[in-house]
């Protein structure tokens, strides 16, 4: 039953707070420390300095190299990332420290607050091990919200990520009402799985949800699911609706008045990804709430 | 490879990379030309061989952002092979040459280059510098004054324009005022033009296979010049790639930039282009210009063919002048001058380096032979720098019946010598103790120094203890020494 040993909560578990200082900031650190009450874990708040090289405002299209022209190119770019290096310093340093008051506020003391250089998705790897949960809010820094983008990080580490990841929403409401998209798959067993074990959702009700033609198979893992978690002392519902699973998600969170959507991430090749889309970049791009990610 | 990254690394930096390009590109054109004319062939040869290999390498190179075409380095190398066998051979050797480089890449040699100290690179670059400024000479001879004033006003233009502005490349208008002069003041006739120098191409390159018997006998006339064409064009290219890597604060993979090349050069070899390689001043010229994607190196061969086929004409009449003035810019720009400076302050060792692969270099025509022995000197003198690392003390104890002998440092076949001086066997003491916890032994000739030692004691009639080996000796000793074995004998000190 135990698929995955790491996410038992012990004292030891670690939630992992991405943050880039955006207006989602102050949400996913709500939701971090809902996460981190529930699971008794301490938090790892993160701010990623991005190592950009880009050719910057060197305006020389000379094309003429003169003496030393390796050393004194070389120191020229040296000068130019340094004032960029410390403008972006001083940034993370605000930002970190906006973070921490956020959880002093709240009382939250077991907190560890680190700027890192480099992409966000490999410092997620490379935290790896001793990560439980990862936040991480729904839009970023390069946020656009007419166009409902996602921010540019987040389904790069929900890809790479072998950890659930909690997507905030715009603000934290309390969760009491939770959704769980079901199809069977590998990724949803591995959600009910972290439920079984997890105090996270503990007294929230849960529904249960498949949406699609009916399927024998489906129907009867998910009888079993629901049977396994009512075991464990959760009120669950088991429904089932038919219909492109994008609309009935949304409608049923509408409708529901759900707090948190609980689904499988990215199930299919990338290449059925690109032809017929995903349902989980649209599921995360135009739902409202909070979603916890499994793959 | 066809992952979010590799996208990336063509697609960050598109408008700047486009602009890096056209500047790269004229910078090519003299090079190209000029060095197809040292190797003997035809300019369109080294022209071809220029766009193939910046438009595969932009695909296939392991380091995005820098430049690759033909250059000094390689066209040296081919110059007797043109002269005895041909066009033909050329482009069977370029073939081969970029076999050798892809199996290089495949075996992974690309992680040698850590043998190549940063004296050695100098060495290079310098001698790579003196190379090219050395292959202008000819272009002066027998042309008088004209020349010579016509080049002076090159340089000029070149180093002066980006005192004024530094939004239009230099060496383009100096490529320009000259022709214009040139043609306008009718120097054509005296004054030496590119199409003087062969014929240019006025196509885009096509496929064909060099038209070589397929024998035993052209492998073996291919084979020593692909040889050192496949170990020049790699080292120049991941010595260049170094350059890059520390210019832009980014890494980049040595092997497959090694595979990279070698895919190049076949490309090359089938398109009439000959062996190529990274280039060093060219790159840099690029990463100024703000170049630093696979565009850039993409835009550089793309618009070199259009400048060439498109411009034909007009490139024709570009008096060699100008050319002259922009190798004569990429040498002095390649040459590292901060090197000479630094010579009363670097260690003496690092100049002796230096300065032997620049003349090895000089003399030979050979990157190859320059960097071998660089190399082989760095080499030497780390391992004698390491063997001074050995210090040996004794201290007599208890009524002056046993001596304990102290050793620190390195053992191995360098300071073994030293070692076997150390010890005073002259004086009578019951016992010896030799203290080696603080000693490595790296080799044969170290153990069997201290077999040596111990067996000289013994026959003394000196009781002798060795204790405090680490475990990495230990293993060593227990393998091959013998004073530890049963019936210990005179024969120590065959090796």
Same mark, same amino acid.
């Given at each position: 039953?135990?698929?995955?040993?790491?996410?038992?909560?012990?004292?030891?578990?670690?939630?992992?707070?991405?943050?880039? =200082?955006?207006?989602?900031?102050?949400?996913?650190?709500?939701?971090?420390?809902?996460?981190?009450?529930?699971?008794? %874990?301490?938090?790892?708040?993160?701010?990623?300095?991005?190592?950009?090289?880009?050719?910057?405002?060197?305006?020389?299209?000379?094309?003429?190299?003169?003496?030393?022209?390796?050393?004194?190119?070389?120191?020229?770019?040296?000068?130019?990332?340094?004032?960029?290096? &410390?403008?972006?310093?001083?940034?993370? &340093?605000?930002?970190?420290?906006?973070?921490?008051?956020?959880?002093?506020?709240?009382?939250? =003391?077991?907190?560890?607050?680190?700027?890192?250089?480099?992409?966000?998705?490999?410092?997620?790897?490379?935290?790896?091990?001793?990560?439980?949960?990862?936040?991480?809010?729904?839009? =970023?820094?390069?946020?656009? *919200?007419?166009?409902?983008?996602?921010?540019?990080?987040?389904?790069?580490?929900?890809? %790479?990520?072998?950890?659930?990841?909690?997507?905030?929403?715009?603000?934290?409401?309390?969760?009491?009402?939770?959704?769980?998209?079901?199809?069977?798959?590998?990724?949803?067993?591995?959600?009910?799985? *972290?439920?079984?074990?997890?105090?996270?959702?503990?007294?929230?009700?849960?529904?249960?949800?498949?949406?699609?033609?009916?399927?024998?198979?489906?129907?009867?893992?998910?009888?079993?699911?629901?049977?396994?978690?009512?075991?464990?002392?959760?009120?669950?519902?088991?429904?089932?609706?038919?219909?492109?699973?994008?609309?009935?998600?949304?409608?049923?969170?509408?409708?529901?008045?759900?707090?948190?959507?609980?689904?499988?991430?990215?199930?299919?090749?990338?290449?059925?990804?690109?032809?017929?889309?995903?349902?989980?970049?649209?599921?995360?791009?135009?739902?409202?709430?909070?979603?916890?990610?499994?793959? | 490879?066809? +992952?979010?990254? @590799?996208?990336?690394?063509?697609?960050?930096?598109?408008?700047?990379?486009?602009?890096?390009?056209?500047?790269?590109?004229?910078?090519?054109?003299?090079?190209?030309? /000029?060095?197809?004319?040292?190797?003997?062939?035809?300019?369109?040869?080294?022209?071809?061989?220029?766009?193939?290999?910046?438009?595969?390498?932009?695909?296939?190179?392991?380091?995005?952002?820098?430049?690759?075409?033909?250059?000094?380095?390689?066209?040296? #190398?081919?110059?007797?092979?043109?002269?005895?066998?041909?066009?033909? @051979?050329?482009?069977? /050797?370029?073939?081969?040459?970029?076999?050798?480089?892809?199996?290089?890449?495949?075996?992974?040699?690309?992680?040698?280059?850590?043998?190549? +100290?940063?004296?050695?690179?100098?060495?290079?670059?310098?001698?790579?510098?003196?190379?090219?400024?050395?292959?202008?000479?000819?272009?002066?001879?027998?042309?008088?004054?004209?020349?010579?004033?016509?080049?002076?006003?090159?340089?000029?233009?070149? @180093?002066?324009?980006?005192?004024?502005?530094?939004?239009?490349?230099?060496?383009?208008?100096?490529? !320009?005022?000259?022709?214009?002069?040139?043609?306008?003041?009718?120097?054509?006739?005296?004054?030496?033009? $590119?199409?003087?120098?062969?014929?240019?191409?006025?196509?885009?390159?096509?496929?064909?296979?060099?038209?070589?018997?397929?024998?035993?006998?052209?492998?073996?006339?291919?084979?020593?010049?692909?040889?050192?064409?496949?170990?020049?064009?790699?080292?120049?290219?991941?010595?260049?790639?170094?350059?890059?890597?520390?210019?832009?604060?980014?890494?980049? +993979?040595?092997?497959?930039?090694?595979?990279?090349?070698?895919?190049?050069?076949?490309?090359?070899?089938?398109?009439?282009?000959?062996?190529?390689?990274?280039?060093?001043?060219?790159?840099?010229?690029?990463?100024?210009?703000?170049?630093?994607?696979?565009?850039?190196?993409?835009?550089?061969?793309?618009?070199? #063919?259009?400048?060439? $086929?498109?411009?034909?004409?007009? $490139?024709?009449?570009?008096?060699?002048?100008?050319?002259?003035?922009?190798?004569?810019?990429?040498?002095?720009?390649?040459?590292?001058?901060?090197?000479?400076?630094?010579?009363?302050?670097?260690?003496?060792?690092?100049?002796?380096?230096?300065?032997?692969?620049?003349?090895?270099?000089?003399?030979?025509?050979? !990157?190859?032979?320059?960097?071998?022995?660089?190399?082989? #000197?760095?080499?030497?003198?780390?391992?004698?720098?390491?063997?001074?690392?050995?210090?040996?003390?004794?201290?007599?104890?208890?009524?002056?019946?046993?001596?304990? @002998?102290?050793?620190?440092?390195?053992?191995?076949?360098? +300071?073994?010598?030293?070692?076997?001086?150390?010890?005073?066997?002259?004086?009578?003491?019951?016992?010896?103790?030799?203290?080696?916890?603080?000693?490595?032994?790296?080799?044969?000739?170290?153990?069997?120094?201290?077999?040596?030692?111990?067996?000289?004691?013994?026959?003394?009639?000196?009781?002798?203890?060795?204790?405090?080996?680490?475990?990495?000796?230990?293993?060593?000793?227990?393998?091959?020494?013998?004073?530890?074995?049963?019936?210990?004998?005179?024969?120590?000190?065959?090796?």
């Amino acid at each position: 039953m135990l698929s995955n040993p790491r996410i038992t909560m012990n004292a030891e578990s670690n939630i992992l707070v991405c943050t880039d =200082g955006s207006i989602y900031s102050p949400s996913v650190y709500d939701h971090a420390l809902w996460a981190a009450q529930r699971l008794g %874990s301490k938090i790892h708040v993160m701010h990623m300095i991005d190592p950009t090289h880009d050719a910057g405002e060197l305006h020389n299209f000379s094309g003429s190299i003169g003496f030393d022209a390796r050393q004194n190119l070389k120191t020229e770019l040296v000068n130019l990332e340094a004032a960029r290096g &410390k403008a972006a310093k001083a940034r993370s &340093k605000a930002i970190l420290e906006a973070a921490r008051n956020h959880f002093q506020k709240a009382e939250f =003391g077991n907190l560890i607050v680190e700027a890192i250089h480099g992409h966000l998705a490999e410092s997620i790897e490379e935290n790896e091990a001793d990560t439980d949960l990862v936040v991480i809010g729904k839009r =970023g820094e390069s946020a656009d *919200f007419k166009r409902m983008h996602l921010g540019a990080n987040v389904e790069r580490v929900i890809r %790479s990520c072998h950890h659930p990841v909690l997507v905030a929403s715009r603000a934290f409401r309390p969760i009491r009402r939770v959704l769980v998209a079901y199809d069977g798959g590998p990724s949803a067993q591995k959600a009910i799985d *972290f439920m079984m074990e997890s105090p996270l959702f503990r007294g929230t009700e849960l529904d249960l949800l498949t949406v699609g033609r009916p399927h024998p198979k489906v129907e009867e893992s998910l009888a079993e699911a629901c049977s396994r978690l009512e075991k464990e002392g959760y009120h669950t519902r088991q429904l089932h609706r038919d219909g492109h699973p994008e609309e009935v998600f949304s409608q049923f969170i509408g409708e529901e008045n759900i707090d948190l959507l609980i689904m499988g991430a990215y199930g299919h090749s990338r290449i059925r990804q690109l032809i017929v889309g995903s349902t989980t970049t649209t599921m995360v791009r135009t739902c409202r709430i909070p979603i916890l990610m499994f793959r | 490879m066809f +992952s979010k990254s @590799y996208f990336k690394e063509w697609f960050h930096n598109p408008r700047r990379d486009i602009i890096a390009g056209a500047v790269v590109a004229l910078a090519l054109i003299p090079e190209a030309i /000029a060095f197809s004319i040292i190797a003997g062939v035809d300019p369109k040869v080294g022209l071809y061989a220029s766009f193939c290999m910046a438009v595969v390498i932009a695909f296939v190179g392991g380091r995005s952002g820098m430049i690759s075409a033909a250059t000094a380095a390689m066209a040296l #190398l081919m110059v007797t092979l043109v002269k005895e066998h041909g066009l033909e @051979y050329l482009l069977a /050797a370029t073939l081969l040459t970029g076999f050798l480089q892809i199996l290089a890449g495949i075996f992974r040699l690309g992680n040698l280059m850590c043998f190549v +100290s940063r004296s050695v690179v100098t060495g290079f670059v310098n001698a790579l510098a003196i190379l090219i400024f050395l292959a202008q000479l000819p272009e002066f001879k027998g042309q008088g004054w004209l020349m010579w004033t016509m080049v002076a006003a090159g340089l000029g233009i070149i @180093y002066g324009l980006p005192r004024l502005t530094k939004a239009v490349p230099s060496p383009l208008i100096c490529i !320009l005022v000259l022709t214009v002069v040139s043609i306008s003041l009718g120097l054509g006739d005296t004054l030496r033009t $590119v199409g003087d120098m062969g014929e240019l191409p006025s196509t885009i390159p096509v496929f064909f296979f060099p038209d070589i018997p397929l024998t035993w006998g052209t492998l073996m006339i291919i084979l020593p010049y692909s040889i050192p064409l496949a170990i020049v064009g790699l080292l120049e290219s991941l010595m260049t790639q170094t350059i890059v890597d520390d210019l832009t604060d980014t890494t980049s +993979s040595r092997n497959r930039e090694c595979t990279g090349q070698g895919i190049g050069n076949l490309v090359c070899g089938v398109f009439g282009g000959m062996a190529s390689c990274a280039m060093i001043g060219q790159s840099v010229i690029n990463v100024q210009s703000g170049g630093r994607g696979r565009l850039s190196t993409f835009a550089a061969g793309i618009f070199l #063919l259009i400048l060439i $086929v498109v411009l034909g004409d007009w $490139v024709a009449r570009i008096p060699m002048a100008a050319l002259v003035a922009v190798m004569i810019m990429v040498s002095i720009g390649t040459f590292s001058w901060r090197s000479i400076r630094d010579i009363k302050v670097n260690h003496r060792t690092s100049t002796i380096v230096m300065v032997s692969t620049v003349v090895t270099v000089v003399a030979t025509h050979n !990157l190859a032979l320059g960097v071998g022995v660089g190399v082989l #000197l760095s080499a030497l003198f780390f391992a004698y720098k390491v063997s001074r690392l050995l210090s040996i003390d004794s201290e007599l104890q208890e009524d002056e019946q046993k001596r304990t @002998y102290f050793v620190r440092g390195q053992l191995f076949f360098v +300071s073994a010598s030293k070692f076997g001086e150390s010890f005073d066997f002259r004086e009578v003491v019951e016992q010896v103790r030799i203290d080696v916890s603080e000693a490595h032994f790296w080799d044969l000739s170290a153990i069997n120094a201290l077999d040596r030692v111990v067996l000289k004691f013994r026959r003394e009639g000196t009781e002798v203890e060795v204790f405090g080996l680490n475990e990495a000796s230990k293993t060593l000793v227990l393998k091959i020494a013998k004073h530890d074995k049963p019936g210990a004998s005179a024969e120590v000190g065959g090796h």
